[in-house]
């Protein structure tokens, strides 16, 4: 079979069915490459900033990674930012639903909120509540939330840290995005 026969879903075959799920398992299993592509093309503008997000996904994973974190904490910091293009509007939510297959339940919430929590650092200055992040003041992963934005993200503008480059880190989201696991 090269391509199924069917025009609408309603019409397909379990033989098509099946041929269709080999394809999809493929499909799935190049997502490392589709996303290293994508955080690529964050290296593209720097917006006003010091360094470019490509930059900043950098510096933020090499910092984890200069502090022992392991690998899906690694892959999590350099990819937090993933959603910027795609979705300026809410790019936490953006990362947190990428990964939330790929990496422990308490990252993908420390992704989901990094957003709201990073507004501690900015927020007041733009006349809006800097302590929003206190709604979550009780729930058990806050602290690691609050951390993760104090050293890997807020600080992860300095044009002369020495990141590590893409391909440093390619092999470590090619594992952590190997499979679908949580
Ligand atoms: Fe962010
Ligand atoms: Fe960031």
């Known amino acids: 079979m090269q391509q199924v026969s069917f025009i609408q879903m309603k019409d397909g075959t379990a033989e098509e069915y099946a041929f269709l799920d080999q394809h999809e398992k493929a499909y799935i299993k190049a997502l490392p490459e589709r996303v290293l592509s994508l955080l690529e093309q964050l290296g593209d503008t720097l917006d006003g900033y010091t360094v470019s997000r490509l930059e900043h996904s950098l510096q933020s994973?090499?910092?984890?990674?200069?502090?022992?974190?392991d690998e899906e904490?690694?892959?999590?910091a350099l990819l937090h930012d993933i959603g910027d293009m795609y979705a300026p509007a809410n790019h936490s939510e953006f990362a947190a639903a990428l990964l939330r297959p790929y990496v422990r339940p308490e990252l993908a919430w420390v992704l989901e909120k990094h957003g709201e929590f990073q507004m501690y650092y900015w927020a007041h200055h733009m006349g809006?509540?800097?302590?929003?992040?206190?709604?979550?003041?009780?729930?058990?992963?806050?602290?690691?939330?609050?951390?993760?934005c104090e050293k890997y993200d807020q600080n992860c503008f300095d044009p002369d840290y020495p990141s590590k480059p893409?391909?440093?880190?390619?092999?470590?989201?090619?594992?952590v995005l190997a499979w679908p696991k949580y």
């Open 128 to 148: 809006k509540d800097r302590n929003i992040r206190d709604q979550y003041k009780d729930h058990p992963w806050y602290q690691s939330c609050v951390d993760f």
């Open 73 to 76: 904490m690694i892959v999590a």
């Open 61 to 69: 994973a090499s910092r984890a990674e200069a502090d022992g974190c």
């Open 166 to 175: 893409i391909s440093h880190f390619a092999p470590m989201v090619r594992r």
